[in-house]
């Protein structure tokens, strides 16, 4: 408790809960666990992360980012698998009646690692439980045997109870459903990718670890439809020569954690990584998390053992960080879905989900035929000859073929026919392309841990005093505007200057009261990267001092160059030295 | 129906379908009412209306913005009244079992209004059914008697079943629940606003209407806590001589929808609008719908009889737009909660969310107070005497007195206290300030109608063709870039453009399929405003074609200038013309 008290989720936490970035929801009832609410601060950072997620994948790469509800009904997730996979094992205190994760109680208490515990069945957890002697964390009681908890929250949609309805445990399945509209927005070519970034819900047994897990959590899934059988990945030019951090599963097999430093294009090759897409959407989730400020050395790709992973996913790596309370977490997941969710809408909905792709130039290809002899088949069959001929035409040439050689006729239906009756023979035909369920790779986001890794990464301490260095496209507030006294005109005159910035759509901040010197610490606190100061010499000159938050120098600029010049830097064209002329202090 | 496949909301269903604005969400399994996905355009568009609030109320007027949880435990909503009155009356058919809402039947079939429905009892409902002869829709069957349905998706949080919870059905309560936390944000100052926006949930029993009515839908709710004995509202210097458009209760009640026209300043002078800040962000508010294309000629504010309004409401405003199929719609909602909700909080949780607030300067204050006289009270009553005198301290002056002046005595529990035991005099006290529950007006926006009412006014139809004039800061997509034919080098020279301007972070498309006319025709019903075209004259000097989607005016400007004059042009700094040199057709 000692060593937690000191540790950086508490300061983050108590930090976050003070400035209001977040803190637990519903607090005056007593707060519930897994839910969090953004303040001011938390809120403006959060969208500002995920807007960065919005410049890279919408803007930049080109993909679609689509809106779809949080509620659907049940089918949906019977088709996805959801219904029979998202559950979590849970046991009982028969004493206090507390309700309790099996496979956490076994990590924490008997100190088994995730991978081990996540492949125990039911009856193995049991045994393990007792084996390992875990008793109720609440007040020692015995449990009751494990059974599934279904981690999804259930209600009805309308005035039936019958017609129940989930909340969505992803944002995937919004973007499958929907796969034959989307195909036609992206013209019907493939490659394309889909977006969606908003509310998801999981309803977790007994969550804890602030934004770490959530019941209720922003998550942002990309699903990236590709051909399988494409091999082209044009990305590749980009970050193929990019460096990943992988800890492959067999690495994890022999009990280690070993990283493989290798670039997208040698784990390609060395098969590490199945799909080349998914390849380069790592490399870029990695670059990512560098803007967002943490380095490339502090995080990692593990990728998951079969039974670790999703009931999707042909393989899968977790993007981790490194935190200082819980180790390494998982900041996004990336999965290679295979066709699997759009085979199950198909099957389950009965909609084409296949694609018709052209071969570049059509494919000629030998075809077996067999031909009714109606010279032949007259005669016997008669009247029913006409019939007979059509079925002949139908029947698989193969099974003709065969059936002839075997017993020397073929029965279609009750009628004999003999080799004399038709005709076997090859016609070109030419196939002009193919039909296929386009494969799906899917990077995934978890905007909550996104922004509690950038905070834990921003914090920094300077002569006693708590900086936030969020990276400045990130911050939460752009520029801080101070009168360097609260009277000679100063207030009024620092107001002009907000106003302006304001009207400029830059997010900035107007704040007169106290001393400067504890008006800067405030806005360091903020994480605010700039802080502009209104003195007497501004009064005289319409300059001002605008002042790092990182290295607290200052440079001195007019106020009419201001807007252009703070757009430029927060757009990350010209750097703080080029804002102005430097002043010596 | 032969009128409605005509009219503008059949068509903008249709366009908004065919070109992935949105759609009901499902369709695959059959589509569920109330629901609907937004595809890359119409989300965009949705976010760009969301930014645009953001601007108006975050960035400019202060307001800070949170992001709380969808899910909310039973008890936030038993304290906000909503289980007790967020309910709408249903009728089963007892033949085919269908269920719908009493009420709109009674307005569908009987025809009968909104507001003449809305106050009839369940019994009363029963009746007018009755009188009407309204039968099922469906299948002509008769109806079960109304009963009341809560209007609000019901789950359970976590694994125990008696932990009930409900999705929000507005933002509003996530934003009061922390009033405490968000007071100390806004630095313990009044007047300050919080605003949110997200997803909220209403389990309509029978929706239809498109956007117009959903299950899941987006809110935009601010509420701005004001010290109600304070009327110096500051946004009235800005606001104070826009202009209104009301509907009056008092008109509606005469069975009048006449309008009536006056500033924000006559409308609080003739009692129109009981709150200042109330009035300002009705005003806000109709200029935002203008910047969205809505003409204020073409918005009103309706004024709700005390019947329509919700439960914690004194007075409520619905802005209206008028819309082809429907007549006027409600696309925001203005209420003045009171301390309502602050209150109703602060019983049922326990937690003070009164303020205090300094006088300027403090307040001296007569009050009457009773001493004990020991010198009478000791021989009287003894040892007791003390514990008396206490008792005496802490009694109601007023109460003594009264009692001294009817009965000559005044009962301490069982003690009987004469005149000659106390004195009664006055004392000066000082008072610093006042202890109160804020009072709050809460501006509400639905962001799925103000998409609807943006899309119906945005079109148009020129030279046979569709073309969605949308305002250029809204527009979904800022810029086509076309090469004239896709050959000779203008692909690539083309997608170098496109790859600048991407990289600016404009909303840029890049397209080259097809002519160029069915190209800028295929803009113009997406809604760009603007086409940069790469031609033979690029190649040689670095210059293109800019044509305006509204006019089909074109300007001719080099390469190098475009990103500038493009970030002042959506930033409404300069115009069309400023573009470039006018091209003479």
Chains 1, 2 share one sequence.
Request: proline letters at 4%.
């Amino acid at each position: 408790m000692n060593k937690q008290a000191q540790d950086k989720f508490n300061i983050i936490i108590e930090l976050a809960r003070r400035r209001g970035f977040f803190w637990q929801s519903y607090e005056i009832y007593g707060g519930v666990s897994g839910f969090v609410t953004y303040g001011f601060l938390g809120a403006k950072l959060k969208q500002n992360i995920e807007k960065k997620l919005r410049e890279i994948f919408v803007n930049k790469l080109g993909i679609m980012e689509i809106e779809a509800p949080i509620i659907a009904p049940s089918r949906i997730f019977e088709a996805s698998g959801h219904v029979d996979h998202f559950k979590e094992p849970m046991v009982e205190c028969l004493k206090c009646k507390k309700r309790f994760r099996a496979d956490h109680l076994l990590e924490e208490t008997a100190k088994l690692s995730a991978s081990d515990v996540e492949k125990l069945s039911l009856e193995e957890l049991k045994e393990a439980l007792e084996k390992h002697n875990v008793r109720c964390p609440e007040c020692g009681g015995n449990f009751s045997n494990p059974k599934h908890f279904l981690t999804m929250f259930k209600t009805t949609i309308g005035p039936y109870s019958r017609a129940v309805g989930y909340g969505r445990p992803e944002a995937a399945q919004g973007i499958f459903v929907e796969f034959r509209r989307l195909y036609e927005m992206a013209r019907e070519k493939l490659p394309f990718g889909v977006m969606q970034i908003g509310h998801a819900l999981r309803n977790e047994i007994s969550p804890r670890q602030g934004l770490i897990r959530l019941r209720e959590f922003t998550i942002a899934d990309i699903e990236f439809f590709f051909d399988p059988k494409d091999t082209n990945c044009f990305l590749l030019q980009e970050v193929g020569d990019e460096t990943l951090r992988l800890v492959l599963a067999e690495s994890k097999l022999r009990g280690s954690e070993e990283i493989v430093e290798v670039t997208v294009k040698e784990a390609l090759k060395n098969g590490y990584i199945k799909v080349s897409w998914q390849a380069a959407f790592m490399a870029i989730a990695k670059s990512l998390l560098i803007e967002l400020g943490i380095p490339a050395n502090n995080q990692r790709f593990v990728e998951k053992l079969p039974w670790e992973r999703a009931h999707y996913s042909l393989q899968s790596f977790d993007q981790e960080v490194y935190v200082d309370r819980w180790g390494w977490i998982e900041v996004s997941g990336h999965a290679y879905r295979t066709d699997y969710d759009l085979k199950q809408h198909m099957d389950f909905s009965g909609t084409d989900m296949r694609v018709f792709k052209d071969y570049e130039k059509p494919v000629a290809r030998e075809k077996k035929i067999v031909k009714p002899v109606m010279t032949k088949l007259g005669p016997v069959f008669k009247s029913t000859a006409q019939k007979i001929a059509k079925m002949i035409s139908e029947a698989n040439p193969e099974e003709v073929e065969a059936s002839f050689k075997a017993r020397g006729y073929y029965m279609l239906g009750n009628y004999k026919i003999l080799p004399e009756h038709v005709e076997i023979t090859t016609c070109t035909l030419e196939e002009r392309g193919r039909r296929f369920i386009p494969h799906v790779v899917e990077p995934s986001f978890g905007s909550d841990r996104l922004v509690y890794v950038t905070l834990e990464y921003a914090y920094r301490v300077k002569s006693d005093r708590v900086v936030l260095s969020f990276p400045r496209d990130i911050a939460p507030i752009q520029v801080g505007v101070y009168p360097l006294v609260s009277r000679d005109g100063l207030p009024e005159k620092a107001l002009q200057v907000y106003n302006t910035l304001v009207n400029e759509d830059i997010a900035a901040e107007y704040d007169e009261a106290g001393s400067i010197g504890r008006r800067y610490a405030r806005a360091d606190e903020a994480g605010i990267p700039l802080g502009v100061t209104i003195d007497y010499e501004t009064i005289k000159d319409d300059t001002v001092t605008i002042r790092d938050r990182d290295t607290w120098r200052q440079v001195r600029t007019s106020i009419d160059a201001l807007p252009e010049l703070l757009h430029k830097y927060f757009r990350k064209k010209i750097e703080f030295d080029d804002l102005g002329t430097i002043v010596k202090k």
